[in-house]
Structure formats: C-alpha cells, structure tokens
T-cell receptor
C-alpha cells in the first residue's frame, strides 16, 4: 500500500490564484482530514470527512473547499489564494477497528504552499 | 470548541534521562488523546494514544497518563536517546481521530 499520498509536494501561487491540493489513500479508510501547520501553532483542522459524500468544517475552514466523491480521494481547493494561506498542508486518514473504536490516524507527506 | 495547551515549548535533556511533556484540554467530553512525533521536514507520526476509559498506557520507553478530573495528560519518555530528538504534539478529540485539536508542540533535544 502507498498509504496516504499528496500532490504536489511544493507549490508557489500568486495572490488570487486558485488551486487544488490532492490527497489519496489506498487503505479504504472511512475518515479523512486536512490540517495546516504553521510555525509555533501546531496543526489546525481545516475540513474533515467521515465518509464519501460527507464533509464538515474544522477550526479554520475559511478560504478552503472540500468534496469527497470517493472513499479514496479528498481534494482541498483554495478558491482565491492569500499570503495568509502560506503553510504546510497535511492530509490524514483514519479507520476504526473493533467495538472499542480503536482509531489510528495516518498523515500524508505534506504539501508546502507559498503564496506571494 | 476544544483548546489544548502544551508545555514546555522546548525541552533539553541528557541522553539516558527522562522527559515529560504535559498537556491540558478544555472540553470534558474529549475522550481520545494521541501523541505525535514529527522530525524535521517529515510528517507527524503517532507514537502512542490513550482513551478516556484508561488512566495510563505504556509502550516500551514511552508512557502516557491521563487525569480526566484535572483534564490533563502527559507523555513520559524514559532512557532518552538522540533519535528521540523531534517535535512532539499532543492532541485531543471526541470519539474520532479525524477531528483533532492539537497542542502547539514541544521541541525535545536529547544531548550526548
């Protein structure tokens, strides 16, 4: 299994441009999430999904859109990039095993985004 | 929403010593508390987690304790080694790992 994959690894955008960060997982995980990581602020949840067709907002959703048409893919769209969106973006997926809701979250390698 | 505070922000220990990182959370309903290790330029990796139905969990040199009454949990690393040097994040979640609130991280440096 490739696990959680993200593309691109690095991207430079100009203010106002739009783009989509790709995330895919081949582990048949129900749950997927997007986080951004900024220096000194840890990881902050942008959007998450508990299954195909179901998404919800996290802590910092403004300026981002998501959709989950398949179990495998969870793309993150920047509608109009701003310098404040310069960050490292991590996608993650998790699954539940057993009746005690044992759940483990796996992170992708990240996408480094620079908005000029 | 949930708020997670983590201390200290940096921690330097000598090889072989123990390291302790502490976190507090605000939402008493949170019931899942993972710890992640992140090396420079790499992705966060889960090292241990605990759920609110247990007070302590141990995995070799790593242990986590949870005090639900005080709403705090701690990571203990014994017999530290240079490869333990990294940034450690605590997090709290309610019922699922897909919606976590993270602490701001602790940079651990293990010196020879």
């Amino acid at each position: 299994n490739a696990g959680v994959t993200q593309t691109p690894k690095f991207q430079v955008l100009k203010t106002g441009q739009s783009m989509t960060l790709q995330c895919a997982q081949d582990m048949n995980h129900e749950y997927m999430s997007w986080y951004r990581q900024d220096p000194g602020m840890g990881l902050r949840l942008i959007h998450y999904s508990v299954g195909a067709g179901i998404t919800d907002q996290g802590e910092v959703p403004n300026g981002y859109n998501v959709s989950r048409s398949t179990t495998e893919d969870f793309p993150l769209r920047l509608l109009s990039a701003a310098p404040s969106q310069t960050s490292v973006y991590f996608c993650a997926s998790s699954f539940r095993a057993g009746s005690l809701y044992q759940e483990t979250q796996y992170f992708g390698p990240g996408t480094r985004l620079l908005v000029l | 929403g949930e708020n997670v505070e983590q201390h200290p922000s940096t921690l330097s220990v000598q090889e072989g010593d123990s390291a302790v990182i502490k976190c507090t959370y605000s939402d008493s309903a949170s019931n899942y508390f993972p710890w992640y290790k992140q090396e420079l330029g790499k992705r966060p990796q889960l090292i241990i987690d605990i759920r609110s139905n247990v007070g302590e969990k141990k995995d070799q040199r790593i242990a986590v304790t949870l005090n639900k009454t005080a709403k705090h949990f701690s990571l203990h690393i014994t017999e530290t080694q240079p490869e333990d040097s990294a940034v450690y994040f605590c997090a709290a979640g309610l019922g699922t790992a897909s919606k976590l609130t993270f602490g701001t991280g602790t940079r651990l440096q293990v010196t020879l």
